[in-house]
């Protein structure tokens, strides 16, 4: 079974990260992006036919940005005005990050899960003091499961409805694969080709409902997503190189590789660098110029010490002049009183 046309009932990527892009690129395959299905809000007055009150909640329970969407629609048009109060509860974090479309993120508490009904059931319970409204499809595939009713008031509310895709007249399915993702897409499949026959065509899919839904039609399913193979794009690729064999088929294609050549590093050898003589002679000319402040300075040490010494002698014959000065003072002062006490003896003699 070669496989070179697939179709996939979702739209088309809009990154190019997209793991159908590699696998266009790895094994040649041609992939069409056709979604089956669409999505189609309730109107307000459907909604009031329900009877759900919608101003009676205090949490809302976001799985899908449809239900994102048409909530905030039907607020609109009801006339609701959504209370800064209001919580918020995603499955995921970019169902949380959608949300800055309608409300700011930071004045709200907004709390996300990991992407599994089980991790969001966990932060549900946590917070058993709310009243919820929970948005679904028309189709109620309630993923919300190990709870007690009893003690968690959760109300579900059809705000939209998935309506098949209808292809163009007269369009055949030349594909030899075809990809399915939901239930409905199925039932789009019987409704826009109802004299479908599936022969060669492999049907890969996923989901435990949408399985179920292509047992209950009678086709063959080939593919579908397991543990070796979580996801879709990795499922197509295992089944390609499984039938890769059968009539020729197509496997990824082998890039000759040279071979590598092991080579010996060769030995390094220490060559010492020739002398510049421009830096020889700056440098020889440094040496001149250190020689001559190097004499300088011995001179000038030189007679700073002479200086020093001449000072040393003035200062101590200045010393001695003053202290000759100081003893022929004090002796003519004591020369009166000598002569005084001399005649004082000569009178008493």
């Known amino acids: 079974m070669k496989i070179k046309k697939i179709l996939v009932s979702q739209p088309k990527p809009t990154s190019e990260k997209s793991p159908y892009y590699d696998l266009i690129e790895k094994y040649g395959v041609e992939i069409d992006f056709r979604p089956f299905i669409k999505v189609e809000g309730v109107s307000s007055r459907e909604f009031r036919q329900t009877k759900v009150p919608i101003s009676a909640h205090t949490a809302v329970i976001f799985t899908a940005r449809a239900a994102v969407d048409n909530y905030f629609r039907l607020c609109g048009e009801l006339r609701f005005n959504v209370p800064d109060t209001m919580r918020y509860f995603c499955i995921n974090e970019q169902i949380a990050n959608y949300l800055q479309k ?19 059931v966990a932060q549900i319970v946590k917070h058993n003091k709310e009243v919820y409204l929970y948005p679904q499809s028309e189709v109620l595939e309630s993923k919300l499961k190990g709870y007690d ?58 989901g435990a409902k949408t399985l179920e839904e292509i047992e209950h039609s009678g086709l063959r399913l080939d593919l579908t997503t397991t543990h070796e193979t979580p996801s879709m794009a990795a499922a197509i690729a295992h089944f390609i190189e499984q039938h890769a064999d059968d009539n020729g088929g197509n496997k990824p294609e082998n890039i000759a590789v040279e071979p590598v050549v092991e080579r010996k590093p060769l030995p390094v050898l220490y060559v010492e660098p020739e002398p510049d003589p421009k830096r020889s002679k700056k440098k020889g000319k440094k040496t001149k110029k250190d020689s001559k402040k190097k004499e300088t300075k011995k001179d000038a040490n030189k007679e700073t010490k002479s200086s020093t010494k001449k000072e040393t002698k003035t200062s101590t014959a200045k010393k001695a002049t003053t202290a000759k000065k100081t003893t022929t003072t004090t002796a003519k002062k004591a020369a009166p009183a000598k002569n005084a006490a001399a005649k004082e003896e000569q009178a008493t003699a």
Request: aromatic fraction near 12%; proline fraction near 5%.
């Open 149 to 206: 009713p009893r003690k968690i008031h959760i109300m579900n509310a059809i705000m939209y409805r998935t309506v098949s895709n209808s292809f163009e007249t007269g369009h055949k399915l030349d594909y030899d694969m075809i990809v399915l993702f939901t239930p409905s897409g199925v039932k789009a499949l019987e409704e826009n080709f109802p004299n479908f026959n599936q022969g060669d065509i492999a049907i890969g899919a996923m």
């Open 102 to 120: 309608y409300i700011i993120y930071r004045k709200r508490k907004i709390f996300f899960a990991d992407g599994t009904p089980d991790d969001l």
